[in-house]
């Protein structure tokens, strides 16, 4: 049997209903109040007043409008058929936001303004007094705070100093110029003392006082305050502007939407955006050791033992399920897991928009980053304007990426320290940089590289690898390079003959073999050494066409007729 490709795109998937027959249903309105019984004729005011009632099997329908609060949910369900759901109304638009509107807003001079805000408004939590930290964190040698100022949904940029905020000079400060941001963007700065915190903003030809003006007050919004909640689903909702913090793999990670080290959640059918950092987080619980790893790979390798003495395990955390959202504008990570994503699936979800700012960097930002992805599902996702696309890294096992549509990312796929063993099929990664394979045991069949492909060896870090689908440490290895499998992928490349990026000629210097065959190779994109069945290199370049047709993704690939001449394999070079 010839050719050879099939590649599923986005589909969005079906909800999970709801047993009405065991389910009571408590209903939120902003016309509502939390002294009612809420029922649909006297809904409760706030989410929060009905999460407080609800029990395992109970239903909250929130009804159109905006909620500025945030869920900390009390309690979640029992089982997969006694969870508690939290659900807009149907047809319904429900915005729930970690921000406050400011009104208050003096001219001070030209396009800036100042408003100055009493500390009340933040409780416990001060988003101008909060800085990004953490281990793998990098501020460029600024200071970074989890506060935001918003015009009309969009956000403004933080100044480094106040009098950049007043600068009258048609220059822009060097930091702006080297993030490639707009000159013209609008700056904020703030101070805060005991009792007020004052933000001075630029807001360039405009009123702010005639405008829809948010600045963050709260650092999440879904996110229970202990462990352990489990079968929770969220659907529906628009969750946005919180001033989440850094999660590096080695700290409680918070999104804005977040599990907390807990099992059988549904994040479903979501807009969730604008998040100093992460947007949905399926990760670590806190600890006393949070961000003392000295970013070193001995440290996390500490923090995966601690794990295993707090309940990482199949029967305890993780089984996610992760679909149907749109996650955009997160300076950090779209979805972010270290640990507690095992197990889990993250399916049609629309990422978009991740760490395009580059005002701080760090080792952990990309439009899904997930720790110990074990037996993880991460399929039908459309990625694409992303630093990078996937970064799976270390203990990617038994993970499968399949049919995921990755494009306009800086790399579309990391795979870092993993021993695998790891499939990554049916997906079209069209990015100038496809993949960067710093990974043993992966299987990549079915796939189109229109980018870049570079392997590398990491002989100074040795990290886990486990019994097949625990989460226990089996030991510990280093990775050599090589040991993967290409079968049936079409490459791309970019027409230079002497180029070595584009193809597997990249493996032919690592130290274990590759395992090859069916493969296709175009315009460049050249072989490893030691393959066979490969269909000879053409030099005609395929021509390709991304289209979007109502809400679905098509690509047009057009070659001629040597593709036909392509014989599809199965390891051993058995032909098919």
Known sequence: MKP????ALIAQGALHGVD????????VSVSGSNTNCGNRAAPFRTIQHAAQAAQPGDVITVHQGTYRERINPPRGGTSDKRRITYRSGLGERVEIKGSELITNWARVHGDVWVAAIPNSVFSDFNPYTNQIHGDWFDGKGRAHHTGAVYLNGDWLIEAMTKDEVFSESSSSPAWLIAANLPPASNLWFAEANATTTTIWAQFKGVNPNQQRVEINARQTVFYPDQPGRDYITVRGFSISQGATPWAPPTAEQIGLVGTHWS??????????????CSGIALGKYGDQWDNTSANTAEGYVETVERALQTGWSKERVGHHLVRGNTISHCEQAGIVGSLGAAFSTVADNTIHDIHTRKLFTGAEMAGIKFHGAIDTVIV???????????WLDWMAQGTRVSANCFYQNGRDLFVEVNHGPFIVDNNLFLSPASLLDVSEGGAYLHNLFMG??????????QTPY??????????????????????????????????????LTTYDARERPLFTGGNVYYHGARPCRNESGASRPFQTEPITDLTQVDHQLVLNVRTGPELNQAETSVDGGVNM
């Open 4 to 7: 050879f490709f099939l590649i």
């Open 20 to 27: 009405s027959a065991t389910a009571r249903e408590f209903h």
């Open 263 to 276: 099992k059988g959640w549904i994040i479903e059918n979501n807009e969730v955006s604008y998040s100093i």
């Open 380 to 390: 039908r996702n459309r990625i694409y304007h992303t630093c990078l696309g996937l």
């Open 452 to 461: 870049t492909i570079v392997s590398a060896p990491e002989p100074f870090r």
């Open 466 to 503: 486990h019994p097949a689908h625990s989460t226990a440490l089996a030991g510990l290895a280093s990775v050599k390079g090589g040991d993967c499998r290409f079968y049936n992928n079409l490459f791309v490349g970019s027409g230079r003959q002497d180029s070595s990026e584009f193809g």
